[in-house]
């Protein structure tokens, strides 16, 4: 049973998701977006419940990130996905700006996350990606390109509609055939039948 932070239960099945691309390039019009349209066609694969996404492409400046991240959250949205930013270069701020925005971090998805990508790249160990929940949302970063972030998405997706029931979200449910996800006994609906 999903519970909202009244705690009635949220009986929606709609999902709002945000999608952040953080680049200086893209934003200035100089790069095309990759990462943004890579996360809109995994959930299009994986997600089997009703949703629809909300963009917002921001530089690398870690106020603008943060207050988009803010908005999504405002506006409704139960997950939030950034992309880019997350390395440790003078201009990646996105951890930084998440951890701003956020009241609560969740420092296991980065763990699994860099788990998952060190087996396809040593670098993965430069990526500090986190996520955290800011108003009601669940926030993820993910790094900027399209293979990477299909990688870590699946080391951490089976645990984000579970963790969307319990801040309050919308239920979400997936295509078992790539993801299935980890809800405990209690926390599982019944199939609706036609």
Not at 106 to 126: C, D, N, Q, W, Y
Not at 128 to 149: E, M, S
Request: hydrophobic share 40%.
């Amino acid at each position: 049973m999903t519970s909202t932070s009244d705690g009635t239960q949220n009986l929606s099945t709609h999902a709002l998701i945000g999608i952040v691309t953080v680049s200086d390039r893209a934003s200035r019009g100089d790069y095309e977006d990759r990462g943004g349209p890579a996360i809109r066609a995994y959930l299009e694969r994986v997600l089997a419940s009703e949703w629809s996404a909300q963009a917002a492409l921001v530089p690398d400046e870690q106020d603008q990130v943060a207050q988009a991240i803010r908005e999504l959250a405002a506006a409704g949205c139960c997950l939030i996905l950034t992309t880019g930013g997350t390395g440790p270069a003078l201009r990646d701020v996105t951890p930084e700006a998440t951890e701003a925005a956020c009241s609560k971090m969740l420092h296991g998805f980065g763990e699994a996350m860099r788990t998952a990508s060190l087996k396809a790249v040593p670098t993965a160990i430069l990526s500090r990606q986190t996520a955290g929940i800011c108003d009601g949302a669940l926030v993820i970063n993910l790094p900027g390109q399209p293979k990477a972030i299909a990688e870590c998405l699946d080391a951490v997706c089976a645990a984000v509609p579970y963790c969307i029931d319990l801040i309050g979200g919308p239920y979400i449910s997936t295509n078992t055939e790539h993801i299935d996800a980890f809800r405990p006994a209690s926390a599982v609906r019944p199939v609706a039948v036609d």
